[in-house]
């Protein structure tokens, strides 16, 4: 059964380094969506992802955050100078053309120290 | 402001037990509403879904009712195994232009004994 994969599975960095988050989409799915989870919260809307553009993004979804397709397999998140409360597990889910259901990805577990 | 919530943050049942997962929303706008469950250290995974035209969808043990007039969904679990123990989310969507964005709820653990 296809599925969402995310690299890498754990993440240790220092405040104020750049992170980049991997996720590879299901092979035909045209839609992509970068979420959060910090411990013990619900999961959180980041941005979603279509035809190359940005389609919608969320108030967490500030100047830190980009996110890009730059080999027409990758879906990436970049967070470009990490705060201690980015410190979540971040999932990647897609969804194939006129499909309502997302698929998840295992998630990336972030720590910022 | 809008929100989905659930009443019981932990049920705790026994092994071969229907299981019932409460689910509260106030986006009277919501057509769409997801069950998702998530393994300990895993990702959301999908169950079930239902829209607003519907009352009732079944799946394979999982049963979902949605009840418009008092805002309120249930995930229901027939003969609960210990491999059904996650936490269980609700999410409505909200999306605009297609996009299909779902605001979740805090979750519910469901804890299987055998």
């Known amino acids: 059964e296809p599925e969402v994969t995310q690299t890498p599975s754990h993440q240790v960095t220092q405040m104020g380094q750049e992170v980049i988050l991997r996720c590879v989409p299901i092979s035909n799915h045209l839609y992509f969506y970068w979420y959060r989870q910090i411990l013990g919260q619900k999961v959180e809307f980041l941005v979603s992802f279509y035809n190359n553009e940005i389609s919608e993004k969320s108030e967490i979804f500030d100047d830190q955050f980009s996110v890009e397709r730059p080999d027409g397999s990758n879906f990436t998140l970049k967070i470009r100078s990490t705060k201690l409360e980015d410190s979540a597990m971040y999932f990647c889910a897609t969804r194939g053309q006129g499909r309502e259901t997302q698929y998840f990805g295992p998630g990336t577990r972030l720590l910022v120290l | 402001g809008e929100s989905v919530g659930l009443h019981l943050p932990t049920l705790s049942v026994q092994e071969g037990d229907n299981s019932i997962i409460n689910c509260a929303y106030s986006n009277s706008a919501s057509d769409y509403f997801i069950w998702y469950k998530q393994e300990s250290g895993k990702g959301p995974q999908f169950i079930i879904d239902i829209r607003s035209n519907m009352d009732k969808r079944q799946g394979q043990r999982v049963t979902v009712l949605l009840n418009k007039t008092v805002k309120h969904l249930s995930l229901q679990i027939a003969a609960t195994q210990p491999g059904d123990s996650a936490v269980y989310f609700c999410?409505?969507?909200?999306?605009?232009?297609?996009?299909?964005?779902?605001?979740f709820g805090r979750g519910t653990s469901l804890i299987v004994h055998p």
């Open positions: 999410a409505e969507n909200i999306g605009t232009g297609g996009s299909y964005i779902p605001t």
